[in-house]
């Protein structure tokens, strides 16, 4: 058997229902929805965990822990592995950017210790993991670390 020789079980495909053509149509008058209610309506339908007016379980269950989202910073990772494509004596989210290793270079910048460094260069960042700092260094480059993101956020606030 070929590909072009594939066909639909017979039954397994169906006309398009035309609604709303009439009364004669068969799928005139209501269209299909029955009558009145929440789901004969344009627009309408049950929204997720509505239980139709019984207490909602995710209402029932307590709620436990907190969230510390406030304060959360998200940062553009970049593996010291990952630094070697780069032929730039010095490192930066600008140099990482135009070199399509990070997204965006308006994400601090945090560098982790994945992979191996061959030669030496130095590396602006605003965090580095230990194996990171331990690697670049060890190959005889330098580290640059940034001023953190909190006191820099709070910096240009009070400006």
């Known amino acids: 058997m070929k590909l072009h020789q594939l066909t639909n079980t017979p039954g397994s495909t169906h006309r398009r229902r035309r609604v709303g053509c009439g009364v004669g149509s068969g799928h005139g008058h209501t269209c ?21 007016g019984q207490m909602p379980l995710y209402r029932k ?3 436990r822990g907190f969230s510390n989202f406030k ?8 593996n010291v592995g990952d630094l070697g494509k780069i032929s730039a004596k010095e490192i930066d989210a600008a140099a990482l950017a135009a070199a ?14 994945t992979g191996e460094v061959t030669r030496a260069f130095t590396v602006k960042a605003h965090k580095f993991s230990g194996s990171a700092r331990e690697k670049i260094e060890k190959a005889g480059g330098k580290v640059v670390e940034l001023a953190p993101v909190a006191a820099a956020a709070k910096a240009a606030e009070a400006k």
């Open 32 to 52: 299909g929805r029955g009558n009145k209610g929440m789901k004969a309506r344009s627009g309408g339908g049950v929204r997720p965990g509505y239980e139709g």
């Open 61 to 63: 269950l307590p709620i």
């Open 71 to 78: 304060f959360h910073v998200e940062y553009a990772l970049v």
């Open 100 to 113: 399509g290793l990070i997204r965006k270079n308006d994400l601090p910048l945090k560098v982790l210790g």
